[in-house]
């Protein structure tokens, strides 16, 4: 027993000892899967950290529950795409500083057989009214994400409230939407950038695009020190301007997946 | 078939080609696993020990609720943790939350009842005369309690084995406090769930392959130390 002893203590103070070094400024940001999973972070943050010797923690969830790590306090700026529930989370005083920074679009895929015939459709409420009276089978993000957020403003500008058992809540992020609707042949509503990142690995296509509401703006808002004083607000507004700045948005520009833009710079009219 | 064969090439290319962020990962994993698995063997066997040689009114419950804290899902604990540790919450100016230290506290606190419950157990399965043998031989009462956790040594470390296998398999807890973040924060089950979202099976599989290697290892430590106390 005491060499058992001995030899946890040991892996303790090891552990402990090679765990405590680098102590640098970090910087909290939560955001959207999109972002993320493009592969635009990993471009866009090494120059700012690299310049403000800090490092940037990602935290990458659905833009509700970005917002609501935001409201809690416990990260120090959020880059998100919903712009209600954003102009909201300023409004109610959670949120300084907001920008926009750019935007892309959704897109509704489904399996290239298209049973539905939404393919026809002239706008996305026509899309979603196909679906619906096809019962064809849906997968929703179900999760308060910016995606899906969009999609519920489509339903209700439809005047549908989807339900049955073509309508599937995932509950997932894009990417595990994507596959799943895949692996049913299923239709399902996604940011393009996602889509494109994953276009290789799933038979899909690209039934619905282009229409007004599937525009998808993407805003960056630093957590306000008001509400919560241990936020690195000044660091959250040196990334603000960064991103929305020359340098960033040219990162943004260049930025990308399978030989297509992702994402269109706005920051800079 | 496929996906089994890419994620062992893969694994292999991973462990082989010396990955930096794949080590880093392993290394967050088995480190947060450790300590926790440390802290909570430090506050659940001695508990256990008294609580297993006395008896006390209320004991049974005590029982009954550490056998149902035993079942604790994860994300219970995520979401409990979560609320204490949030900026908002109680403990929120430590600044555990979205650090290692989040992850830790969450796990630890996972694995005390498992710890405590099974010391317990180890204990009561002693012979019942080592005790009055030694309260006879004049032990005191920490004298007493370590002899029976030496002769219950075996079963002690087994608690302490399944503790460690419960943290490093876990994600929710890693996930929620954790927040997987890329290069601080993500452990190899928070990198699974990741890699699979984004259809990335081979290299999810490659990477719980690495876990089962870790953990054997782990294990393996164990068991050598398990042999030498027999003598």
Redesign the interface.
Same mark, same amino acid.
């Given at each position: 027993?005491k060499?058992?002893v001995l *030899?946890?203590l040991v892996? &303790?103070t090891m552990?402990?000892a090679? @765990?405590s070094a680098g102590a640098e400024t970090?910087l909290?940001m939560a955001t959207t899967?999109s972002t993320e999973?493009s592969g635009l972070l990993k471009v866009l943050l090494p120059p700012f950290e690299k310049a403000n010797k800090c +490092?940037v923690? #990602?935290?990458?969830t659905g833009t509700g529950k970005a917002l609501k790590h935001g409201e %809690? @306090?416990? #990260?120090d700026v959020v880059f998100v795409h919903a712009r209600k529930a954003e102009d909201k989370f300023v409004a109610d005083g959670f949120g300084i500083d907001r920008k926009d920074v750019m935007h892309n679009d959704y897109v509704i895929v489904g399996p290239k057989a298209d049973p539905a015939g939404v393919k026809s459709a002239k706008t996305a409420v026509e899309v979603f009214k196909k679906l619906a009276e096809g019962k064809a089978e849906f997968i929703s993000r179900g999760d308060k994400s910016g995606t899906h957020m969009q999609e519920q403003a489509i339903w209700k500008a439809a005047g549908i409230e989807p339900k049955g058992k073509w309508y599937v809540e995932a509950g997932? @992020?894009m @990417? %595990?939407v &994507?596959?799943m609707a895949f692996d049913k042949k299923a239709y399902t509503i996604a940011d393009r950038g996602t889509f494109l990142? *994953?276009m290789n +690995?799933?038979d899909l296509v690209v039934l619905f695009e282009g229409d007004k509401s599937l525009f998808n703006p993407y805003g960056i808002i630093a957590v306000n020190p008001k509400k919560?004083p241990?936020v690195n607000y000044e660091l959250a507004k040196k990334l603000i301007d960064y991103v929305t700045g020359p340098e960033g948005q040219k990162v943004i520009a260049d930025f990308k997946q399978n030989g297509k833009q992702v994402f269109f710079p706005d920051a800079i009219k | 078939m496929d996906f089994l064969l890419e994620g062992i090439v893969a694994a292999f290319r991973l462990i082989v080609g010396l990955d930096q962020e794949v080590y880093a990962i392993v290394f967050l994993s088995v480190r947060v696993s450790v300590l926790a698995t440390v802290y909570a063997s430090l506050l659940g066997i001695p508990p256990g020990v008294w609580v297993a040689l006395h008896q006390f009114r209320g004991k049974g419950a005590l029982l009954l609720c550490l056998n149902t804290l035993m079942a604790l899902p994860t994300v219970v604990v995520g979401v409990f943790m979560y609320g204490l540790i949030s900026r908002r919450g109680v403990f929120g100016e430590l600044d555990l939350l979205f650090a290692p230290g989040g992850i830790v506290l969450g796990l630890t606190a996972l694995i005390v009842p498992l710890v405590m419950n099974l010391t317990i157990a180890a204990i009561h399965a002693t012979d019942p005369r080592l005790v009055t043998t030694c309260r006879a031989l004049g032990a005191t009462g920490f004298q007493t309690s370590w002899k029976v956790v030496q002769e219950a040594g075996f079963a002690v470390i087994a608690a302490v084995v399944v503790a460690f296998g419960r943290v490093i398999s876990e994600v929710g807890i890693a996930m929620m406090l954790g927040g997987n973040i890329r290069g601080y924060t993500r452990t190899i089950t928070t990198a699974i769930a990741l890699e699979t979202s984004k259809g990335e099976f081979a290299l999810g599989m490659a990477l719980g392959i690495i876990l089962l290697l870790v953990s054997a290892g782990v294990n393996a430590a164990l068991f050598l130390l398990q042999r030498r106390q027999r003598w």
């Amino acid at each position: 027993m005491k060499a058992s002893v001995l *030899f946890l203590l040991v892996v &303790l103070t090891m552990t402990v000892a090679l @765990g405590s070094a680098g102590a640098e400024t970090r910087l909290r940001m939560a955001t959207t899967t999109s972002t993320e999973d493009s592969g635009l972070l990993k471009v866009l943050l090494p120059p700012f950290e690299k310049a403000n010797k800090c +490092k940037v923690d #990602v935290l990458s969830t659905g833009t509700g529950k970005a917002l609501k790590h935001g409201e %809690n @306090g416990d #990260v120090d700026v959020v880059f998100v795409h919903a712009r209600k529930a954003e102009d909201k989370f300023v409004a109610d005083g959670f949120g300084i500083d907001r920008k926009d920074v750019m935007h892309n679009d959704y897109v509704i895929v489904g399996p290239k057989a298209d049973p539905a015939g939404v393919k026809s459709a002239k706008t996305a409420v026509e899309v979603f009214k196909k679906l619906a009276e096809g019962k064809a089978e849906f997968i929703s993000r179900g999760d308060k994400s910016g995606t899906h957020m969009q999609e519920q403003a489509i339903w209700k500008a439809a005047g549908i409230e989807p339900k049955g058992k073509w309508y599937v809540e995932a509950g997932q @992020g894009m @990417g %595990n939407v &994507l596959q799943m609707a895949f692996d049913k042949k299923a239709y399902t509503i996604a940011d393009r950038g996602t889509f494109l990142t *994953f276009m290789n +690995k799933i038979d899909l296509v690209v039934l619905f695009e282009g229409d007004k509401s599937l525009f998808n703006p993407y805003g960056i808002i630093a957590v306000n020190p008001k509400k919560h004083p241990k936020v690195n607000y000044e660091l959250a507004k040196k990334l603000i301007d960064y991103v929305t700045g020359p340098e960033g948005q040219k990162v943004i520009a260049d930025f990308k997946q399978n030989g297509k833009q992702v994402f269109f710079p706005d920051a800079i009219k | 078939m496929d996906f089994l064969l890419e994620g062992i090439v893969a694994a292999f290319r991973l462990i082989v080609g010396l990955d930096q962020e794949v080590y880093a990962i392993v290394f967050l994993s088995v480190r947060v696993s450790v300590l926790a698995t440390v802290y909570a063997s430090l506050l659940g066997i001695p508990p256990g020990v008294w609580v297993a040689l006395h008896q006390f009114r209320g004991k049974g419950a005590l029982l009954l609720c550490l056998n149902t804290l035993m079942a604790l899902p994860t994300v219970v604990v995520g979401v409990f943790m979560y609320g204490l540790i949030s900026r908002r919450g109680v403990f929120g100016e430590l600044d555990l939350l979205f650090a290692p230290g989040g992850i830790v506290l969450g796990l630890t606190a996972l694995i005390v009842p498992l710890v405590m419950n099974l010391t317990i157990a180890a204990i009561h399965a002693t012979d019942p005369r080592l005790v009055t043998t030694c309260r006879a031989l004049g032990a005191t009462g920490f004298q007493t309690s370590w002899k029976v956790v030496q002769e219950a040594g075996f079963a002690v470390i087994a608690a302490v084995v399944v503790a460690f296998g419960r943290v490093i398999s876990e994600v929710g807890i890693a996930m929620m406090l954790g927040g997987n973040i890329r290069g601080y924060t993500r452990t190899i089950t928070t990198a699974i769930a990741l890699e699979t979202s984004k259809g990335e099976f081979a290299l999810g599989m490659a990477l719980g392959i690495i876990l089962l290697l870790v953990s054997a290892g782990v294990n393996a430590a164990l068991f050598l130390l398990q042999r030498r106390q027999r003598w």
